[in-house]
């Protein structure tokens, strides 16, 4: 899985689900994009959309700084992006170390996690990639 930080938590996905990691530069915003639909990147002279994935998760969006990334993915054949605080490394997570995600997030955002496992003072949360990204559309 490939890991990328969200706030105190680390969100992971499969590693075959990424298409690409970009530097976030601006986006320039959408209209009518939806409130996480952070705004737009051009990749390969494709339009994507980018989600910010703190905002989707209900927190507060945060700056962009030089570790800010730009997660791409492919969903139902179209690209999508999805801004992280940072990229980290390729790890290995048991399935028997998953919980349920309700209480770290709430009930409300439980949807879009599949579980959450601690790892040291923080967690790894694990996506439900389609939810995550459904705002693009």
């Given at each position: 899985v490939?890991?990328?930080?969200?706030r105190v938590y680390t969100a992971v996905v499969r590693f075959g689900e990424v298409l690409?990691?970009?530097?976030?530069r601006a986006v320039p915003p959408v209209a009518l994009g939806g409130?996480?639909?952070?705004?737009?990147?051009?990749?390969?002279?494709?339009?994507?959309?980018?989600?910010?994935?703190?905002?989707?998760l209900g927190f507060s969006a945060a700056a962009s700084d030089e570790q800010t990334r730009i997660v791409v993915f492919e969903q139902n054949e179209e690209w999508i992006g999805l801004r992280v605080?940072?990229?980290g490394q390729v790890s290995t997570i048991a399935p028997d170390t998953l919980q349920h995600p309700g209480a770290a997030l709430g009930e409300a955002n439980a949807e879009l996690l599949s579980g959450i496992?601690?790892?040291?003072?923080?967690?790894?949360?694990?996506?439900?990639?389609?939810?995550?990204l459904e705002v693009a559309r």
């Open positions: 490939c890991g990328g930080h969200v690409e990691t970009l530097g976030a409130a996480a639909v952070a705004g737009v990147r051009s990749l390969r002279g494709l339009m994507v959309p980018v989600i910010d994935a703190a905002l989707r605080a940072g990229v496992s601690r790892n040291g003072d923080g967690f790894v949360a694990v996506p439900v990639l389609a939810r995550l």
